[in-house]
């Protein structure tokens, strides 16, 4: 079985400061990790994807993210918030091999202050 | 231009009177999916398929049916709709080429009275 936790339903930031948007999984077996965005009454946007390759992961809007096996997790990360990032945030995680499924976590609705 | 279609958008309706919400997809994706989503419980997957004739359940199939007769189309049937079914549904299409990054339908806003 696998699963995603967000931690923090809620981050708030200042205009210019860094984003750090928390994700941890469960796998039993190697994961396909992603992040998603939906900004309001929007669909979901792909932001970025770790797919067993480099574990540094950039992603579009300079957003990025480590894929970190020891600590399962698969923090995002931005340098500089901009107004423009409000949104909620939605990392997802797949099964490798025949297991297609993809399991979403309850989501990160990020703020930024002005 | 690639992109995965969902019809109605928006649609109010009565407990019990059956509906059908569309989803195609124009990239010749063999997996399709569909979700729900709720405040505070992010995407649920409610019934997904391998390829043509090739369904399953997921999370919470309850209350649902869905096929998959053609590779592009992918609809989600509510028999009997109610209350609790009111929800924002998205459904999604993927492929093998693409690791399996599921592409995204803009979302159906369903209201049940």
């Known amino acids: 079985a696998q699963s995603v936790t967000q931690l923090g339903s809620h981050v708030s930031v200042s205009e210019g400061a860094l984003v750090l948007l928390r994700c941890n999984y469960s796998?039993?077996?190697?994961?396909?990790l992603f992040w998603y965005v939906q900004y309001p009454n929007q669909g979901l946007q792909l932001l970025l994807k770790?797919?067993?390759?480099?574990?540094l992961v950039k992603g579009i809007n300079g957003f990025e993210a480590e894929f970190k096996k020891s600590e399962t997790s698969f923090h995002l990360t931005k340098p500089s918030a901009h107004m423009s990032d409000a949104a909620e945030y939605f990392c997802?995680?797949?099964?490798?091999?025949?297991?297609?499924?993809?399991?979403f976590g309850k989501g990160t609705l990020l703020t930024v202050n002005p | 231009e690639a992109q995965v279609t969902q019809n109605p958008r928006y649609l109010i309706t009565v407990t019990g009177k059956k509906l059908t919400v569309t989803c195609s997809q124009n990239m010749n994706h063999e997996y399709m999916s569909w979700y729900r989503q709720d405040p505070g419980l992010g995407l649920r997957q409610i019934y997904y398929?391998?390829?043509?004739?090739?369904?399953d359940k997921g999370d919470v199939p309850e209350g649902y049916k869905v096929s998959r007769k053609e590779k592009r189309n992918f609809p989600l049937i509510l028999e009997s709709p109610s209350p609790n079914q009111t929800s924002l549904y998205f459904c999604a299409s993927s492929s093998l080429e693409t690791n399996y990054e599921q592409y995204f339908g803009p979302g159906t806003r369903l209201t049940v009275t």
């Open positions: 770790y797919t067993s390759a480099a574990t």
């Open positions: 398929s391998m390829n043509v004739e090739v369904t």
């Open positions: 796998s039993s077996v190697p994961p396909y």
């Open positions: 997802a995680v797949r099964g490798g091999g025949s297991n297609y499924k993809l399991t």
